[in-house]
């Protein structure tokens, strides 16, 4: 219980200032929903080119509007020495990675509530009775790319080139998460390929980049 307690106290910080601020999430939110509608009227695609080109415009979506969120709160966390007064604080490097890794995550998960709807409507998708399994993999890849931002946002937030340095170093490795997200939501969609490898892609993802990503934050913010 004592690592819950503060481990709770840093999501909900997190949480009352996006609160407070809401034109982080507001930006996110416009930027993604551009992308989405963009992707919807390219080529003058037809219903089936739709519901093929669907789960690709969400994640490129949620790629790009996730990492400005990543950015941003970094970067807040650095002004005012923000980030020096939590590391002041009695908690291991671990689960201040950990805390700011689920506080992403949530709100990305947010971001995602409200872009998977509109995409819905835009890209005729129809999932029948798989969209459970829908969500658990937006869910899980969800996870990974969280915790790849908070991390490589950690690491430019230190720099001076903070807003060019994080797409370079977030965006490679996030290849196989992208490609987990479309191709399992493609298999649900058709029928066809099979959803279970990419959720278990995702998976070993999560877990492989996790623990890393935890292991190395405390080296990387005492930098």
């Given at each position: 219980?004592?690592?819950?307690?503060?481990?709770?106290?840093?999501?909900a910080?997190?949480?009352?200032?996006e609160?407070?601020?809401v034109?982080?999430?507001?930006?996110m939110?416009?930027?993604?929903?551009?992308?989405v509608?963009?992707?919807?009227?390219?080529?003058?695609?037809t219903?089936?080119?739709?519901?093929r080109l669907?789960?690709?415009?969400?994640?490129?979506?949620?790629?790009?509007?996730?990492?400005l969120?990543?950015?941003?709160?970094?970067?807040?966390?650095?002004?005012?020495?923000?980030?020096?007064?939590?590391?002041?604080?009695?908690?291991?490097?671990?689960?201040?990675?950990v805390?700011?890794?689920?506080g992403?995550?949530?709100?990305?998960?947010?971001?995602?509530?409200?872009?998977?709807?509109?995409?819905?409507?835009?890209?005729?998708l129809?999932?029948?009775?798989?969209?459970?399994?829908?969500?658990?993999?937006?869910?899980?890849?969800?996870?990974?790319?969280?915790?790849l931002?908070t991390?490589?946002?950690?690491?430019?937030?230190?720099?001076?080139?903070?807003q060019?340095?994080?797409?370079?170093?977030?965006f490679?490795?996030?290849?196989?998460l992208?490609?987990?997200?479309?191709?399992?939501?493609?298999?649900?969609?058709?029928?066809s390929?099979d959803?279970?490898?990419?959720?278990?892609?995702?998976?070993?993802?999560?877990v492989?980049?996790?623990?890393?990503?935890?292991?190395?934050?405390?080296?990387?913010?005492?930098?």
């Open positions: 219980m004592s690592a819950v307690g503060p481990a709770f106290a840093i999501v910080k997190d949480v009352r200032l609160i407070r601020k034109e982080s999430l507001a930006t939110a416009v930027f993604a929903g551009l992308v509608l963009i992707f919807a009227f390219v080529g003058d695609p219903p089936a080119d739709l519901a669907g789960p690709g415009a969400l994640w490129a979506a949620v790629l790009f509007a996730g990492a969120g990543f950015e941003r709160w970094f970067a807040e966390e650095e002004r005012n020495a923000a980030l020096h007064g939590l590391l002041l604080t009695p908690v291991d490097r671990e689960l201040l990675f805390s700011k890794w689920a992403a995550t949530l709100f990305l998960l947010v971001l995602e509530a409200l872009l998977v709807p509109a995409a819905a409507i835009l890209y005729h129809d999932l029948g009775g798989a969209w459970g399994r829908f969500a658990l993999l937006l869910t899980v890849v969800t996870i990974g790319y969280a915790a931002g991390f490589f946002a950690a690491v430019a937030a230190r720099t001076t080139a903070s060019l340095l994080l797409p370079v170093l977030l490679p490795l996030s290849v196989p992208l490609l987990a997200g479309i191709e399992g939501g493609q298999a649900l969609g058709t029928g390929g959803y279970d490898d990419w959720l278990g892609l995702a998976l070993a993802f999560d492989i980049f996790g623990t890393v990503c935890t292991m190395a934050f405390g080296a990387v913010i005492e930098e």
